[in-house]
């Protein structure tokens, strides 16, 4: 947060405080002062408040909608001749930029203000209140402030009305209620006024809670005499159930049997701002959710029954629990103590406390988007709960999924926020869903590669362990195919997820595995089988690797992310203590060796560096076991290590390169041309480290620092790789 | 291909249970299915089985000459058939709820709307496939006159049929019924859909019926025989083109259409792929040596017969007209083809999408 931000938030505090100190009897006085602070608000605004994402083609109308604001907090200029086209021209512009994009909190506080406090006429009030659109919060000081104006009278009945419909309207959207339930008197007060009665109801319906009870004996008489008066009309009777909901003994006045609750509809003159407003604060609607499927909607592109998100919202279970109990519903909700409400899960600790008591959401769903609910259904032990989850994860992908629909992809953003949300909660529990793994399978063979491709590949990376024969013709067949023929970023990022994909297999075993050696299933999951699934894996990639280098005429873009596979392949040993050395073919060895980036010989340095101590780390441990055991390294391994090693330490290191390891005919190596081909790949000459020669010889420095410029400049691979494999065994 | 993958969840439940969870039945049949290949090649006709007679025929014949929309659902979690009732009177208080704009209202309050709850006995393949249920949303007069009659302002009903392979995969806290059927206003669907997704943890997608199903219906009910067929058989297909799609109507005598069915159909008691196939491609071919036009390059979106008619929108309607007792078995027949087709809806439609 700015300090700027700060200075504003300790400013609205001491507004507060004003607030609550002078309310109501030193009105005027606190307005002037008041008036000098909002100035200083509304000119601030914009630059730094966070919540606000305008474009820059709105600047424009920012700053216009500040001089309005501006306008308005003074008053009607009497003497501009014309001032009425200076006032309309004001509160267009308000008008435009609420209905557009809705005021900040400021911008609300201050015309609310100007509303009530009745400088304008009562036509412009209610235009004001009209366009009274948060864009996303209004504070609950606003609130406050308005209703302080209603008791002194300035605005007209109409008004009134029209605030209390705001207020209902927008109930959701304010901050706080806690002051304005300190306010409930009031309000209660005003259901005398009969144009404001039918609104008032329901904004104490809102507002009222069990600990309202104070209220609800003199309401029983109150309402005894409203009822006398207007008879017995819809809100009073909502307002009244309510009250006998929460205190049966308490509220004398008998309903009738025939109950009819309802209240006049508030919303209506907002309603289209309010999606927006809704829209717009990302979540799910709090209250009365709307029925989204219209007649105008074709069926098979169905939306949302009752959302706005695929993800449910988090309620807690309702009936299925309580069913089957007598008296049911609300009156458990608000007398079950036995049970910790999900809604009021904030943090950790209190997860930790009420574990035991949890209330389950009602649709389990809900859970993706709950970080504290992911970290329990990771720890139950209900398969119900993850078979919830399960059933409607997968009918929702399959559901979502664009790309099974014809030319449908106008949600593709919705979908592919939809599958991040997925991969963070796998990535959270670590742990692949089932529902993603068949949805994978299924909806692979029809993906164009192009549509929602990072999140899509991203779910690759998270297909539980399996037996990679049997998933190959599910998956990397098809992705082959992709692979093959789409671009070199697109590759990139196949293999990127195929190492995440290798990496996820790796921990899953190394936890599984030195956990429960032997599994009780007629499925084939010794430590044999699984190395030899997760070595098929590498030679997989491998195979695609190579095939790709030559695709792309060895670029160094897609070596880096070779090598970046390899990284994670050379260390399984070691880093997950499992027995697998799996090494490169020579496919990817020699580009990576004759390339000319020297990142990428850094890198090849690196991983040979690994491999080395690995496989010496993995004979040491056959030498102390001693017993032959399933997973000793064959001979061959070594050899292919030795003989990439022989290779390299000629190219780099003796000059006598294309002789062991690497060998090319002599012959041939004449017809190249190249003079003395026996140095041009040492050190010194190896084109990718040619500039570095250059540089270092500028500098005019003795050749036996050569080595340590070299490291001094960040090639740590090559450092490692010197120092483990060249230092002891040959010294030029 | 074990799961070691879904682990820390799945490894320790396999301490709990002996041997695969419901979990991983599904998961193994899912990949299973995937790598084989997933369309039955054949389908049996299935007989009048000895379960009609538990039905309740009343009930039945209100389920005729209905446009129902199909919709699958996943399973039902801690659903009872116990507590129709209480579901009656909780499910007409969030009806009453939502159109009185989210008030909360108490349970068992007289509104003007009532729900009625009930098993539709008989409605099942096997004897291990669940209860069917009907959900119903009547009026009530005002009036509190003696002759109360209730008008249906909207119905919808949950079956399973032949349903083991997806009982098989579920535990016992769910009840399967994977195939609903609504008719009324799409709004009380909405409200009822929405109701149920909240209670019982389940999940409504609008069931498409793709090409490929609508061509073994079209097979399907002409080979049902009929003492008197009231309609044409019917195809019709649309031509995807701008700035209005084309939509082709193909209509024979029901008479002709069985002909050319026992023509083609081989083996008795079972309809195969080849056979629905063989009866499409004739279609195909004598439409082209008329208009020369090829169907099969177009989209095939609604077949009717005097069976029943069904559109690719999900949409279907049994269309007999006789006394429900004699015409029951044909109407078991229909429903228990999608029974049927629901199982396979799901795999069948991304093959075929595979195909196209």
Redesign the interface.
């Known amino acids: 947060m700015s300090p700027q931000k700060r200075v504003k938030n300790s400013q609205v505090q001491k507004r507060t405080s004003q607030v609550s100190g002078n309310y109501p009897t030193n009105l005027l006085a606190w307005e002037e002062k008041e008036d000098l602070n909002d100035s200083k608000y509304s000119l601030k605004r914009g630059q730094n408040n966070p919540v606000e994402d305008y474009g820059h083609a709105d600047d424009q109308a920012e700053d216009a909608l500040q001089i309005a604001v501006r306008y308005f907090e003074k008053g009607p200029v009497k003497t501009s001749q014309n001032k009425d086209k200076i006032l309309e021209e004001h509160l267009k512009t308000v008008e435009n930029v609420a209905l557009k994009n809705g005021l900040a909190p400021e911008g609300i506080d201050i015309l609310l203000n100007v509303a009530l406090s009745g400088k304008f006429g009562s036509a412009v009030n209610t235009r004001i209140l009209k366009c009274m659109i948060p864009t996303t919060l209004i504070s609950e000081h606003s609130v406050v402030k308005a209703v302080s104006w209603l008791c002194v009278g300035k605005c007209s009945g109409s008004t009134k009305v029209l605030f209390y419909r705001w207020l209902v309207a927008m109930f959701d959207f304010i901050d706080h209620k806690e002051e304005i339930n300190l306010l409930y008197g009031f309000f209660f007060a005003s259901l005398q006024d009969d144009a404001l009665c039918p609104y008032a109801c329901h904004l104490l319906?809102l507002l009222t809670k069990k600990e309202n009870g104070e209220y609800f004996i003199p309401v029983d008489s109150k309402l005894k005499i409203l009822i006398s008066f207007q008879g017995m009309q819809p809100h009073l009777q909502?307002l009244l159930?309510?009250y006998k909901?929460f205190a049966p003994t308490l509220i004398s006045v008998s309903l009738p049997?025939?109950?009819k609750?309802?209240?006049k509809?508030s919303e209506n003159l907002w309603k289209t701002a309010l999606l927006a407003v809704r829209q717009r604060n990302q979540g799910p609607p709090p209250?009365?959710?709307k029925?989204?499927?219209g007649?105008a909607k074709v069926?098979?592109v169905?939306r949302k029954?009752?959302s706005y998100s695929v993800i449910?919202v988090l309620?807690s279970s309702?009936?299925?629990?309580e069913?089957?109990k007598k008296g049911?519903?609300?009156s458990n909700y608000l007398s079950s103590h036995e049970l910790f409400p999900l809604e009021q899960l904030k943090s950790f600790p209190q997860l930790l406390q009420n574990i035991h008591c949890l209330e389950l959401p009602?649709?389990?769903?809900a859970v993706l988007n709950n970080s504290l609910l992911l970290h329990y259904?990771?720890c139950v032990?209900d398969?119900?709960i993850?078979?919830?989850l399960?059933?409607?994860l997968?009918?929702?992908l399959?559901?979502e999924c664009i790309w099974?629909k014809v030319n449908n992809f106008e949600h593709e953003k919705e979908f592919a926020n939809f599958l991040a949300t997925v991969n963070r909660a796998q990535c959270f529990?670590?742990?692949?869903?089932?529902s993603c793994?068949?949805f994978l399978?299924?909806?692979l063979?029809?993906w164009d590669g192009f549509c929602c491709r990072s999140q899509f590949l991203q779910l690759v990376s998270w297909?539980?362990?399996?037996?990679f024969s049997?998933?190959k013709?599910?998956v990397f067949d098809h992705l082959a195919q992709l692979f093959f023929t789409s671009t070199i970023y697109f590759k990139s990022s196949v293999l990127q997820s195929l190492k995440e994909l290798l990496q996820?297999?790796l921990l899953?075993?190394s936890?599984?595995i030195h956990m429960?050696p032997v599994?009780?299933?007629p499925?084939e999951?010794t430590l044999g089988g699984?190395m030899n699934s997760v070595s098929e894996l590498i030679h997989y990639v491998g195979w695609l690797s190579t095939t790709a280098l030559r695709l792309e005429s060895n670029s160094t873009f897609l070596l880096h992310f070779i090598l970046d596979f390899y990284e994670k392949v050379c260390d399984i040993y070691i880093n997950y203590n499992l027995p697998l050395v799996v090494l490169f073919p020579p496919g990817i060895f020699y580009p990576a060796l004759l390339s000319l980036d020297s990142s990428i010989l850094n890198q090849l340095c690196y991983i040979m560096h690994r491999y080395r101590k690995n496989l010496t780390a993995a004979k040491k441990n056959e030498l102390v076991q001693k017993t032959k055991s399933e997973f000793n390294f064959s001979s061959k391994t070594y050899q292919e290590f030795n003989h990439y090693l022989t290779a390299m330490v000629g190219c780099l290191w003796t000059s006598k390169p294309f002789q062991k390891g690497f060998y090319i005919d002599p012959d041939v190596l004449e017809k190249t041309g190249v003079a003395e081909y026996k140095n041009s790949l040492n050190l010194v000459h190896h084109p990718a480290l040619l500039s570095y020669a250059v540089s270092f010889l500028l500098q005019g420095k003795k050749w036996n620092w050569y080595l340590d410029y070299l490291f001094s400049e960040g090639l740590q691979g090559l450092k490692l790789f010197i120092r483990s494999s060249i230092h002891h065994s040959s010294v030029p | 291909?074990?799961?070691?993958?879904?682990?820390?969840?799945l490894?320790?439940?396999?301490d709990?249970?002996i041997g695969a969870?419901?979990?991983q039945k599904?998961?193994e049949s899912?990949?299973k299915q995937?790598?084989f290949v997933p369309t039955p090649p054949r389908r049996k006709i299935p007989q009048c089985s000895q379960l009609q007679e538990d039905n309740d025929p009343q009930k039945v014949a209100f389920l005729l000459h209905k446009q129902w929309?199909l919709y699958?659902l996943?399973?039902l979690?801690?659903?009872?058939y116990?507590?129709l009732k209480?579901?009656a009177s909780?499910l007409s208080?969030f009806i009453a709820a939502?159109k009185?704009?989210?008030?909360?209202?108490?349970?068992g309050?007289?509104f003007n709307i009532k729900v009625t709850f009930s098993t539709l006995l008989g409605m099942k393949g096997t004897q291990r496939d669940p209860e069917a249920f009907l959900v119903q949303i009547l009026s009530k007069s005002q009036l509190p006159s003696e002759n109360r009659e209730h008008k249906v302002l909207w119905t919808g009903w949950f079956c399973c049929i032949f349903g083991d392979s997806l009982l098989e995969t579920?535990?016992e806290?769910?009840t399967c019924v994977p195939l609903f059927l609504a008719n009324g206003a799409?709004?009380n669907?909405?409200?009822v859909?929405?109701w149920f997704?909240?209670?019982?943890?389940?999940?409504?997608?609008?069931l498409?019926i793709n090409a490929f199903n609508l061509s073994w219906m079209a097979a399907m009910w002409t080979a049902c025989k009929m003492d008197q067929y009231m309609a044409a058989t019917e195809f019709l297909w649309s031509v995807p083109c701008s700035p209005q799609s084309l939509d082709i109507s193909y209509a024979i005598h029901p008479e002709d259409a069985k002909a050319l069915w026992d023509s083609v159909h081989k083996t008795p008691g079972e309809v195969t792929q080849e056979e629905v196939d063989l009866f499409m491609d004739c279609l195909y071919s004598h439409f082209h040596r008329h208009f020369k036009i090829h169907l099969s390059a177009t989209r095939l979106v609604r077949v009717s017969t005097s069976v029943a008619s069904a559109h690719t929108?999900?949409k279907i309607k049994v269309s007999l007209n006789k006394s429900s007792y004699v015409i029951f078995p044909y109407c078991y027949i229909v429903f228990k083809m999608y029974g049927i087709c629901i199982f396979h809806i799901?795999?069948a439609?991304?093959n075929a999408?595979?195909r196209q």
Not at chain 2, 1 to 9: E, F, I, L, Q
Not at chain 2, 197 to 206: A, G
């Open positions: 319906y909502a159930s309510l909901f049997t025939r109950k609750i309802y209240f509809n209250e009365p959710l029925l989204m499927l007649p069926r098979p169905k029954w009752n449910p309620n309702s009936c299925s629990k069913c089957g049911m519903i609300l009602s649709q389990m769903g259904i990771n032990k398969e119900s993850l078979l919830r399960y059933h409607w997968s009918q929702t399959q559901e099974y529990l670590q742990e692949g869903f089932y793994e068949t399978y299924k909806s063979p029809l297909i539980p362990f399996n037996s049997e998933v013709p599910l996820n297999w899953w075993l936890v599984d429960k599994m009780n299933s499925l999951t699984s | 291909p074990t799961s070691c993958g879904a682990r820390g969840n490894g320790e439940l396999k709990y249970f969870t419901p979990l599904r998961l899912v990949r995937t790598s929309t699958s996943t399973p979690y801690k659903f009872s116990t507590n209480e579901y909780l208080a939502e009185q704009k989210g008030l909360a209202v108490e349970v309050e007289d579920v535990s806290d769910f799409e709004t669907t909405a409200i859909g929405t997704q909240k209670t019982f943890d389940c999940y409504f997608s609008p498409a929108d999900g799901e795999e439609q991304w999408n595979l």
